[in-house]
């Protein structure tokens, strides 16, 4: 049984990597195709030997440009990998799966429908 201080370290490491992957997606990861697009990094889940992250981006636009900017990442994750291992003090740097998240694109829709019903306009 995992006690406390586990799952405040998982925690901690999780809201690093959040961070981190972050702070490098802006500032480190230079490819054209990430230029002026809105992409958030929604939550991370580390394995319980966090020896593995899986990373939720949000990317606002088309599909089309979605799958691109996912292969950008996918291309860039060791290079992210290996500045999170040098910002982060981790005995081993997790391996990054980067994952798409269309959470808030399908809240904005439900939001949007929810609008237009109660304006009668559905």
Not at 19 to 43: G, M
Not at 81 to 98: C, F, K, M
């Amino acid at each position: 049984m995992a006690n406390r201080n586990d799952f405040s370290r998982a925690d901690r490491v999780r809201k690093a990597i959040i961070r981190e992957f972050s702070d490098i997606l802006t500032h480190e990861v230079k490819d054209p195709k990430l230029v002026n697009q809105l992409i958030s990094v929604t939550d991370v889940e580390v394995s319980g030997d966090m020896r593995h992250a899986k990373v939720f981006v949000s990317i606002m636009g088309e599909e089309t440009l979605q799958n691109e900017i996912m292969d950008v990442l996918k291309e860039n994750t060791p290079k992210i990998r290996s500045a999170i291992g040098q910002r982060i003090r981790l005995r081993y740097t997790p391996e990054i799966d980067v994952r798409l998240d269309n959470s808030l694109e399908r809240g904005a829709r439900v939001t949007q429908l929810l609008n237009q019903i109660s304006r009668g306009e559905v």
